[in-house]
């Protein structure tokens, strides 16, 4: 099966936008799956896997990329997206290990980094 994350990014990537508004798109892209199977536990909770993968390998493109060492980003800002992809992983790890007994409220969390992140990438740059 091909990586359903890249494959996304890659026919948005199409569309023109900064990759920024990539980034954006496909962190609210996650945020939406995982919401969706939050509010709507009772019926949707045999997507939570699928969306959970793919946020997963969402975060694993975003900090692979963001932390290469010939990305220009400062270090610090490297090591701030490395720490919260550490998070992501683990609460993502937790919630598939917790199976039929996962909570819809850990999903809150994730829900609420990705649409922040997004928020952040969408907004200008501020001069320097």
């Given at each position: 099966?091909?990586?359903?994350?890249?494959?996304?990014?890659?026919?948005?990537?199409?569309?023109a936008?900064?990759?920024?508004?990539?980034?954006?798109?496909?962190?609210l892209?996650?945020?939406?799956?995982?919401?969706?199977?939050?509010?709507?536990?009772e019926?949707?909770?045999?997507?939570?896997?699928?969306?959970?993968?793919?946020?997963?390998?969402?975060?694993?493109?975003?900090?692979?990329?963001?932390?290469?060492?010939?990305?220009?980003?400062?270090?610090?800002?490297?090591?701030?997206?490395?720490?919260?992809?550490?998070?992501?992983?683990?609460?993502?790890?937790?919630?598939?290990?917790?199976?039929?007994?996962?909570?819809?409220?850990?999903?809150?969390?994730?829900?609420?980094?990705?649409?922040?992140?997004?928020?952040?990438?969408?907004?200008?740059?501020?001069?320097?």
């Amino acid at each position: 099966m091909y990586n359903l994350a890249a494959q996304t990014y890659q026919q948005t990537e199409r569309m023109a936008v900064s990759p920024r508004e990539l980034e954006a798109i496909l962190l609210l892209k996650a945020a939406r799956k995982l919401q969706v199977v939050k509010d709507n536990w009772e019926t949707h909770r045999s997507e939570l896997d699928e969306a959970l993968t793919f946020n997963r390998r969402l975060w694993t493109i975003l900090s692979t990329s963001a932390t290469s060492p010939d990305n220009p980003l400062p270090d610090e800002i490297k090591q701030n997206i490395a720490n919260l992809a550490l998070f992501v992983f683990s609460r993502t790890l937790a919630v598939m290990q917790e199976g039929k007994e996962a909570m819809p409220q850990r999903l809150t969390v994730l829900v609420q980094i990705n649409r922040s992140l997004a928020e952040g990438l969408r907004q200008k740059p501020q001069a320097a």
